[in-house]
Antibody, heavy 118, light 112 residues
Framework: QVQLVESGGGVVQPGRSLRLSCATS????????MHWVRQTPGKGLEWVAF????????HYADSVKGRFTISRDSSKNTLYLQMNSLRAEDTAVYYC???????????WGQGTLVTVSS | QSVLTQPPSASGTPGQRVTISCSGS????????VIWYQQLPGMAPKLLVH???QRPSGVPDRFSGSKSGTSASLAISGLQSEDEADYYC?????????????FGGGTKVTVL
C-alpha cells in the first residue's frame, strides 16, 4: 500500500531554516509528481509546492516563493522541502502528497508539525 | 481567504441528504476537474471524489460529486454518523504566476 511518511518538523525561530523529508513506499516513486500541502492548526488546507516526476518542473504558492524549495531524490524515493527565512505564519502541519493520474492529489502522508516561534 | 468558496458548515440527521457547494472561477473549476477530500478529526485528508464526479475504489456511493460551469457540489445521501468530518474541494488553477492547486476553506459536516 502507498505510504508517505514525513519527518523533520519541530520548533524553529523566525528567520531560521528547516528541511522536511517524506519517505515513500508501496509504489514506484519516479513516475509521480509530488506535492507539499500545509494546514494551520484548526484551519483549512493550503497548497505549498509541486515537483514533476523527473524534478524538472517546480511550482510554488506565492506565499512561499523564493523562500521554500521542493526537491526529490528518486534513488531514495524521498521528497524534500527546504524552508528558509521562516515566519510565524508558516506554522502548520505539512503534508507530503502524491500527484494522481486524474489531475488530483490521491494519497497523503500523516503530516509533520512545524512551529515557528521565538 | 480561500480561492474556492465553501459554506463553513452543514448538518443533517442520520439518513438525510446533505449538499456542499464549492464556487470557483474560469481559471480553476471552469477549466480543471474538481476534487473532493474528507478529513476526519486528527487525520490526513482522504480522496473522496476526483474528475468532478468519480469515486475512487472503496468510497461508498453515498458520496457523489457534480460540476456545472465554475461551481461544483458534493452530496452525501443517507447521512451516517461516521460522515461527520471536514470536507474540502480543490482544483488546479491557472494564473499568470503559474499553475497551482487551490482549495476551498472547508465545510464541517455535523450529524445531528
Amino acid at each position: 500500500q502507498v505510504q508517505l511518511v514525513e519527518s523533520g518538523g519541530g520548533v524553529v525561530q523566525p528567520g531560521r531554516s528547516l528541511r522536511l523529508s517524506c519517505a515513500t513506499s508501496g509504489f514506484t516513486f519516479s513516475p509521480y509528481g509530488m506535492h507539499w500541502v500545509r494546514q494551520t492548526p484548526g484551519k483549512g488546507l493550503e497548497w505549498v509546492a509541486f515537483i514533476s516526476n523527473d524534478g524538472s518542473n517546480q511550482h510554488y504558492a506565492d506565499s512561499v516563493k523564493g523562500r521554500f524549495t521542493i526537491s526529490r531524490d528518486s534513488s531514495k524515493n524521498t521528497l524534500y522541502l527546504q524552508m528558509n527565512s521562516l515566519r510565524a505564519e508558516d506554522t502548520a502541519v505539512y503534508y507530503c502528497a502524491r500527484d494522481g493520474s486524474n489531475r488530483d492529489i490521491d494519497y497523503w502522508g500523516q503530516g509533520t508539525l512545524v512551529t515557528v516561534s521565538s | 481567504q480561500s480561492v474556492l468558496t465553501q459554506p463553513p458548515s452543514a448538518s443533517g440527521t442520520p439518513g438525510q441528504r446533505v449538499t456542499i457547494s464549492c464556487s470557483g472561477s474560469s481559471s480553476n473549476i471552469g477549466r480543471n476537474p474538481v476534487i473532493w477530500y474528507q478529513q476526519l478529526p486528527g487525520m490526513a485528508p482522504k480522496l473522496l471524489v476526483h474528475s468532478d464526479s468519480q469515486r475512487p475504489s472503496g468510497v461508498p456511493d453515498r458520496f457523489s460529486g457534480s460540476k456545472s460551469g465554475t461551481s461544483a457540489s458534493l452530496a452525501i445521501s443517507g447521512l451516517q454518523s461516521e460522515d461527520e468530518a471536514d470536507y474540502y474541494c480543490a482544483a488546479w488553477g491557472d494564473s499568470l504566476n503559474g499553475p497551482s492547486v487551490v482549495f476551498g476553506g472547508g465545510t464541517k459536516v455535523t450529524v445531528l
